[in-house]
């Protein structure tokens, strides 16, 4: 395969051997690292979230190389450019990155695909024209050559803009450990090696400044470990240099117990001084905007990194007050994507006992969301054109602290994403189910017959059940003029969406709503599940309740509010 260790020269297919490899190391220390998280706060999550962030990189990546495939026409290649896959790989980085140490991964790769990315560094890449493949072995050694001190500025670069990210930069951690191996790979450069000697140099001279940083900060050196973000990157870098030079770095347990960790207590059990609050998200906003930004986070909490550019940033930052963490985004931007974690939560979690089972439930909208959670269900937002990603998902599973989940998908569009998910969740040894509905009324229909008595496959198979005995409907209002399976709609029409497929257009919402709630029963049913939109009025759902009652007396109706993001009006029919 393309992607199986190298060596190779710098080009789109080092990037992708490169992803592949950090990925895998990540996978394997990722435990150990964890264990070793006691700065700056003591969660045991810095290992998952640079998996993670790794993950979500190497999932653009992969998408840029089948995409290029995909766009193969007469005169072209349908090759991937060097510039491309570093710019897709930090750009998946940005978008899926983790915690304090996934979002200073995100914009290390940023760093370097600011270098490798630019148009200068095209000519390092031998695919991008078919006179490359006619070169001497001479000329590909001269290339292979000027490659060396390219990457060594790509790692230069890295450095920097990560130290820049961060709002108040400290010694002895992953920064620490990004600038020593930068400066080693420098050194190398400046001597005109090869792009795997600058990799090889970068790559020690990381491993050594590791060892140092419990002499550099006094957390470490009192739980006797080394840098839980610097350790990882030490992986990342390891997986460069061999992808770039063909051979594995020597076996060694991951360098992140400088002296042996005390059993009693855990470093991540203790309770931590400082902000209690992780806020992460994505912000759509001017470098301006950004730059007044980093300045009011900063006077709200700490551990602030704000990482990105052209638009686009992921913004970390540890507070008191996450409600003014977000508006403070919602002031510089459109933030998104946003997610606040309770520290004393995860500490709790992290030493609770797992449940024996619990349900995980997409849904779309805060009222359904709370719904969820008062029968125990652990929820994830959906909201208007932002599907959950994988790794939300996989935060879900985490979240729920279960040896066995029940995942329902949702949605037909999220089905892939639930898969992915639980397969990661089943790598963990969670045992995982994943009931593949289709509306929030199924969901909702499932959760209904939970039952964690009884046996996971039996109650998986109740709950599939349920939920496939649950017609679904969607009221929403059409935004153009269109050509529906029921006919041209206008804009501004009310669209009766039954099964996923348009079979009403109506010019208001009750008339819209009666119509499809007469094809729905017209085939019987003994429960009509209606959820009501943020702005719809309380007397919509006493019409129509009257409206079932007068025409069907066996059926009865339950009416929810969806709240913020849920659509005008959900129905589902048992």
């Known amino acids: ?47 998952t979230n640079l998996y993670l962030t790794a993950e979500a990189a190497d999932r653009a990546l992969t998408e840029a190389f089948e995409k290029a495939a995909s766009e193969v026409t007469e005169g072209t290649t349908g090759a991937t450019s060097l510039s491309e896959a570093v710019r897709a ?12 140490s996934g979002t200073i991964l995100a914009q290390l790769l940023r760093g370097v695909a600011d270098v490798l990315g630019a148009e200068n560094a095209e000519n390092t890449d031998n695919t991008d024209n078919t006179e490359n493949a006619e070169r001497t072995g001479d000329a590909a050694a001269d290339r292979d050559r000027a490659s060396g001190p390219l990457l ?6 890295a450095a920097e803009e990560a130290y820049q990210a961060v709002a108040h930069p400290v010694e002895g951690t992953m920064l620490t450990v990004a600038g020593a191996a930068a400066r080693a790979g420098a050194a190398v450069g400046a001597a005109a090696a090869t792009a795997a000697d600058v990799a090889g140099a970068a790559y020690d001279g990381a491993r050594a400044a590791l060892a140092e940083t419990p ?8 739980a006797g470990v080394v840098d839980a973000g610097g350790c990882g990157l030490v992986a990342v870098l390891g997986a460069l240099w061999q992808a770039l030079s063909g051979e594995a770095p020597a076996d060694e347990p991951v360098r992140g117990r400088a002296v042996p960790v005390p059993s009693t207590p855990q470093p991540c059990a203790e309770e931590q001084g400082g902000p209690g609050y992780e806020v992460i998200y994505l912000l759509e906003a001017s470098e301006e905007a950004v730059g007044e930004l980093r300045e009011r986070l900063d006077g709200l909490g700490d551990s602030l990194v704000v990482v990105g550019g052209d638009g686009l940033w992921n913004v970390h930052v540890h507070v008191d007050d996450p409600g003014a963490a977000v508006e403070a985004g919602v002031v510089a931007g459109r933030p998104y994507r946003i997610r606040i974690t309770h520290f004393g939560d995860e500490r709790r979690r992290a030493k609770a006992p797992r449940a024996q089972r619990a349900v995980v439930a997409v849904v779309p909208g805060e009222g359904l969301a709370a719904l969820c959670g008062e029968a125990g269900a652990t929820s994830v937002l959906a909201r208007p054109g932002e599907a959950p990603a994988v790794t939300d998902l996989v935060d879900a599973v985490a979240r729920a602290h279960a040896r066995e989940v ?22 963990d040894g969670v045992r995982v189910a994943v009931i593949p509905t289709r509306s929030a009324v199924q969901g909702l229909a499932a959760l209904a017959v939970h039952d964690p008595d009884a046996s996971f496959d039996e109650d998986v198979v109740a709950m599939t059940a349920a939920a496939g005995a649950t017609r679904y409907a969607e009221l929403a209002v059409a935004e153009a003029r269109s050509f529906t399976s029921a006919g041209i709609c206008q804009a501004g029409d ?35 599940t209606l959820v009501l939109g943020p702005e719809v009025p309380d007397t919509l759902a006493a019409h129509l309740e009257a409206y079932v009652q007068h025409g069907h007396l066996a059926v009865d109706t339950v009416t929810y509010r969806g709240g913020r993001w849920s659509a005008p009006l959900l129905i589902g029919v048992e």
């Open 1 to 47: 395969m393309a992607n199986e260790p190298g060596p190779h020269t710098l080009d789109a297919e080092a990037v992708r051997t490169w992803s592949s490899l950090a990925l895998a190391a990540l996978g394997r220390a990722r435990e150990d690292i964890d264990a070793i998280n006691v700065y700056p706060v003591a969660d045991a999550d810095t290992g």
């Open 406 to 427: 029940i995942l329902l998908a949702g949605s037909v569009e999220l089905r892939a994403a639930a898969g992915a998910a639980a397969e990661r969740a089943r790598a």
């Open 89 to 100: 790989y930090a750009h998946g980085a940005l978008i899926g990155a983790r915690g304090n």
């Open 152 to 157: 060594a500025r790509a790692l230069t670069r």
């Open 215 to 222: 002499g550099q900060l006094a957390a470490l050196s009192r």
């Open 494 to 528: 009310v669209l009766g969406l039954i099964d996923g497929d348009v079979a009403v257009i109506g010019s208001g919402l009750s008339e819209t709503a009666e119509a499809v709630l007469e094809r729905m029963l017209g085939s019987g049913g003994e429960l009509v």
